[in-house]
């Protein structure tokens, strides 16, 4: 796929200064129209990342203005202008850019911590575990209440199912598979990714294929929940189902693609949608409440999930009661999605 249009290399930082967390890695960036998110993710490598790429994917003049004239503390920053494309087009296009021995995949709305940094600097100069290091992208803490609510749920397991520990602090460093690791805070070996490259067909989900096909070669997985960075989450229901939309396609496209991948908690939203039509259709059709039964089952279980996962994440009792509603946002949108993108290989959205 032939997605770049212009290409653009900043001179090498003379001024470049390392920080004791510094090490050989180059993170790349796709961003688009989201230029405020992009300046605090920047800063948040400035000093660490040796060299940043960041793909501007399709027309976004102050984007590309910034990047312009950009002064963070990296020792080269190269940019480049893309036509508008998947993400996983992106990512391929800019993975031949990177030069160190480790691959960052940070989103633009993202910034790193100074844990993680420092975690990730032991982890590879102590001998790295694993060829793919990963953790979890926790809420910022000066999100509004929906952005919290919303991470409340989805680091349940009643939201987020086997995907949770990726949106919170989960458990002990551990040798892990695809489940556990998110495209928005991912290192990679890059000698160990030089034979792979993203399936550009996916809208979503495409690390799960990557990191199928890296494990099936041998190399291993690594989450460690000290490795976190602060995710901007989406401050709208619209925004959030339509994201959460995405992930469910990005997964049923992964199964339809690779059978063997699937699990039965990724079809357990599209199995309830189901199940939750035939039963609104059959109450209606009869007139028997009873057929119900399974929306009485389901709403005391989210106040429960809601209710336990805010006390685990320390928040407020009103955000816990708040992610109850968010619970059939991600059900529905999943389960929507899932069915799409099994249904059909080729998505446009």
């Not at 930082?13 to 790349?28: M, P, V």
């Not at 199964?255 to 199995?271: A, D, E, N, Q, Y």
């Not at 059709?285 to 399974?294: A, E, K, M, Q, T």
């Given at each position: 796929?032939q997605?770049?249009?212009?290409q653009?290399?900043?001179?090498?930082n003379r001024?470049?200064?390392?920080s004791?967390?510094?090490?050989?890695?180059?993170a790349?960036?796709?961003?688009?129209?989201?230029v405020?998110l992009l300046?605090?993710?920047?800063q948040s490598l400035?000093?660490?990342a040796t060299?940043v790429v960041?793909?501007i994917?399709?027309?976004?003049?102050?984007s590309?203005l910034f990047?312009k004239?950009?002064?963070?503390?990296?020792?080269?920053?190269?940019?480049?202008?893309?036509?508008a494309?998947?993400p996983?087009?992106?990512r391929n296009c800019?993975?031949k850019?990177?030069?160190?021995?480790?691959v960052y995949?940070?989103d633009?709305?993202?910034?790193?911590?100074?844990?993680?940094k420092?975690e990730?600097?032991k982890?590879?100069?102590?001998n790295s575990?694993?060829?793919?290091?990963?953790?979890?992208?926790?809420t910022?803490?000066a999100s509004?209440?929906?952005?919290?609510?919303s991470?409340?749920?989805?680091?349940?397991?009643?939201?987020?199912?086997?995907?949770?520990?990726?949106?919170?602090a989960?458990?002990a460093?551990r040798l892990?598979?695809?489940?556990?690791m998110?495209?928005?805070?991912?290192v990679?070996?890059r000698h160990a990714?030089s034979?792979h490259?993203?399936?550009?067909h996916?809208?979503?989900?495409?690390?799960?294929?990557l990191?199928?096909?890296?494990?099936?070669n041998?190399n291993?997985?690594?989450?460690?929940?000290?490795f976190?960075?602060f995710?901007?989450?989406?401050?709208?229901i619209?925004?959030?189902?339509?994201q959460?939309l995405?992930?469910?396609?990005?997964?049923g496209?992964n199964?339809?693609?690779?059978?063997?991948s699937?699990?039965?908690?990724?079809?357990?939203?599209?199995?309830?949608?189901v199940?939750?039509?035939?039963s609104?259709?059959s109450a209606i059709?009869?007139?028997?409440i009873?057929?119900?039964?399974?929306?009485f089952?389901y709403i005391?279980?989210s106040?429960?999930a809601?209710?336990?996962?805010?006390g685990r994440m320390k928040?407020?009792?009103?955000?816990?009661?708040?992610?109850?509603?968010?619970?059939?946002?991600i059900h529905i949108?999943?389960?929507l999605?899932f069915?799409?993108?099994?249904?059909?290989?080729?998505?446009?959205?």
């Amino acid at each position: 796929m032939q997605s770049k249009i212009n290409q653009f290399s900043c001179e090498p930082n003379r001024h470049h200064k390392s920080s004791i967390n510094s090490i050989s890695l180059t993170a790349l960036v796709i961003t688009c129209e989201r230029v405020e998110l992009l300046k605090k993710c920047l800063q948040s490598l400035s000093g660490w990342a040796t060299n940043v790429v960041v793909g501007i994917n399709g027309q976004d003049k102050e984007s590309l203005l910034f990047c312009k004239n950009q002064n963070y503390d990296f020792e080269s920053f190269h940019f480049v202008e893309l036509e508008a494309c998947t993400p996983a087009a992106a990512r391929n296009c800019l993975l031949k850019y990177a030069k160190d021995d480790w691959v960052y995949f940070i989103d633009d709305d993202a910034e790193v911590t100074d844990m993680a940094k420092s975690e990730l600097k032991k982890l590879i100069r102590s001998n790295s575990p694993a060829e793919i290091i990963g953790g979890p992208n926790l809420t910022p803490n000066a999100s509004n209440m929906f952005q919290r609510a919303s991470g409340v749920a989805l680091s349940s397991r009643f939201g987020s199912f086997l995907s949770a520990g990726r949106y919170r602090a989960d458990g002990a460093p551990r040798l892990t598979d695809d489940r556990d690791m998110i495209l928005c805070n991912m290192v990679v070996n890059r000698h160990a990714i030089s034979n792979h490259r993203f399936k550009e067909h996916l809208v979503c989900n495409e690390e799960n294929w990557l990191l199928q096909e890296m494990q099936e070669n041998g190399n291993k997985i690594y989450y460690d929940p000290k490795f976190f960075v602060f995710h901007e989450r989406r401050k709208s229901i619209f925004s959030f189902f339509k994201q959460v939309l995405k992930y469910g396609i990005g997964r049923g496209q992964n199964t339809r693609g690779r059978p063997k991948s699937m699990r039965w908690p990724h079809c357990f939203p599209s199995l309830c949608l189901v199940l939750g039509f035939i039963s609104i259709f059959s109450a209606i059709s009869s007139g028997n409440i009873y057929w119900l039964f399974p929306f009485f089952l389901y709403i005391p279980t989210s106040v429960c999930a809601g209710l336990f996962a805010s006390g685990r994440m320390k928040e407020t009792l009103s955000i816990g009661v708040f992610s109850m509603v968010i619970f059939p946002v991600i059900h529905i949108a999943y389960g929507l999605g899932f069915i799409r993108g099994f249904l059909k290989r080729e998505i446009s959205i």
